[in-house]
């Protein structure tokens, strides 16, 4: 029996230990582990091959994804789909691990309703956006990266007197900025969920700036477009020097933490466990502490929510 695994999408911490444990597992089952590179794009071009121990000794530590990841567009089209198809057929491949988001899913459903295919999808994105599920690979090592950001960033802003705004990414998702904002005792965060009452929050700044309020750290999420907005408001209304960083491409790199690593070993193994007993077209998420399969079909179109908790952590803060 033979078995691939492919990244696609945005890379994240994480993605290595999933690939080494996923060689690992497979010869432990007896089934032979195919690596696809370079995602869709590879899949089309025929860049599959055999994976060996070898290939992952060593990978565990290392961010990033050692097989390469794409987004791609020709897979869009059903020609470059039958050429991807051809190319499995080459090597027996008709299951699947897929470690990537929610387009990289899609994707492959596409591709399993028209030929002959099984799938498991591994949420793995810095975004955090698969429906359902509460983490996905890489938030951790992300939400650490961010960390050691805003700590450093609180340091020359405490130093000065000045405000900064930071923005995370996460696409759509403010994710990333909630949580960073909550754990790092920020003043104010805007995200594409909750709107900010600007009002009520002059009132209080400019209270606790007159009564000693040193600085002032404020997170943005990209999704918002606001970082410049909100510098400006800032300075204006709060009359106090703002600085602005975007933390960018480095909260997708990075030595996977530990949390990172342990997820990956558990989503893949359970992947393998699952193709290697049905046909399925299937996501493993995480929800309250466990692991779940969930039918493509239920994530299909459906809007990722934000644990409420994290939500009403927020509103104390900018409403
Ligand atoms: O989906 C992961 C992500 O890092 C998003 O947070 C971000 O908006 C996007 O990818 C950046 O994409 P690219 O790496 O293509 O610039």
């Known amino acids: 029996m033979t078995i691939a695994i492919m990244c696609s999408g945005g890379d994240c911490a994480g993605m290595n230990p999933a690939i080494k444990s996923f060689v690992d597992y497979s010869y432990e089952k007896g089934i032979t582990p195919y690596f696809i590179y370079e995602g869709f794009e590879g899949l089309i071009d025929g860049k599959i091959k055999k994976a ?17 990841t794409s987004r791609s567009k020709r897979f869009y089209e059903k020609k470059y789909r039958e050429q991807a198809y051809d190319n499995l057929q ?12 929610n387009g990289s899913f899609e994707g492959l459903n596409v591709f399993s309703k028209e030929y002959d295919i099984s799938f498991v999808g591994v949420p793995s994105t810095i975004d955090n956006d698969i429906y359902s599920s ?17 700590d450093d960033i609180r340091d020359t802003s405490s130093s000065f007197k000045r405000a900064f705004v930071v923005e995370t990414m996460g696409r759509d998702s403010g994710y990333l900025a909630i949580v960073s904002a909550i754990t790092s005792g920020a003043e104010i965060c805007v995200v594409p969920e909750i709107e900010v009452d600007f009002n009520s929050l002059e009132k209080r700044l400019k209270k606790e700036l007159k009564n000693g309020r040193s600085y002032i750290l404020a997170i943005v999420a ?10 400006k408001w800032i300075e204006e209304k709060l009359d106090i020097e703002t600085r602005t960083v975007s933390l960018g491409h480095i909260q997708r790199g990075g030595n996977p933490s530990v949390f990172d690593r342990l997820m990956a ?21 995480y929800k309250n502490s466990s692991f779940q399969y969930k039918q493509i079909e239920e994530l299909s179109d459906k809007t990722p929510t934000i644990n409420p908790f994290l939500l009403k952590q927020l509103e104390k803060m900018i409403k």
């Open 90 to 101: 080459k090597h027996n491949i008709n299951k699947i691990v897929v470690l990537g988001g």
């Open 222 to 231: 990209e999704g918002t477009n606001k970082t410049d907005t909100l510098a």
């Open 265 to 285: 070993n558990e989503f893949v193994t359970l992947s393998i466990d699952k193709l290697l007993t049905e046909n399925t077209k299937s996501v493993i998420i």
């Open 52 to 68: 060996k121990h070898e290939n992952v000794a060593g990978i565990i530590h290392l961010g990033g994804t050692i097989i390469k």
């Open 134 to 150: 509460d983490y996905s690979l890489g938030v951790d090592t992300s939400l650490n990266i961010i960390k050691s950001a805003l």
